[in-house]
């Protein structure tokens, strides 16, 4: 059994930058792929990013260059940086385990956390 709690979302101008973090408890940290999804009133659920249990690292193409995720295995927290961000960035950002090493897709996932609004203002 596998927890996870989002935290950092809130409220930023076109532009600027937020950082997410995502604590998870339960497991041994590092067995899993860890990734970011988010999900737009109206739209499906988004891959956002995924980092391995060794950091190898994959973006969507509409994040790549913005945002970055990385993890210590050390504290059990996986994390988000988003920079330029967005109106369009504006979702729930959800954190997800699984046990591939980087899956792209939600339903590879095992594991969710409750989610944390992200809202970039024009």
């Known amino acids: 059994q596998v927890q996870l709690v989002e935290s950092g979302g809130g409220l930023v101008q076109a532009g600027g930058s937020l950082g997410l973090s995502c604590a998870a408890s339960?497991?041994?940290?590092?067995?899993?792929?860890m990734g970011w999804f988010r999900q737009a009133p109206g739209k499906e659920r988004e891959f956002v990013a995924v980092i391995s249990w060794r950091s190898n690292t994959y973006y969507a193409d509409s994040v790549k260059g913005r945002f970055t995720i990385s993890r210590d295995n050390a504290k059990n927290t996986v994390h988000l940086q988003m920079n330029t961000l967005k109106p369009e960035d504006t979702a729930v950002y959800y954190c997800a385990a699984a046990t591939d090493p980087i899956p792209t897709i939600a339903s590879k996932y095992n594991y969710w956390g409750q989610g944390t609004q992200v809202t970039v203002s024009s």
């Open positions: 339960g497991r041994p940290f590092s067995t899993y792929g």
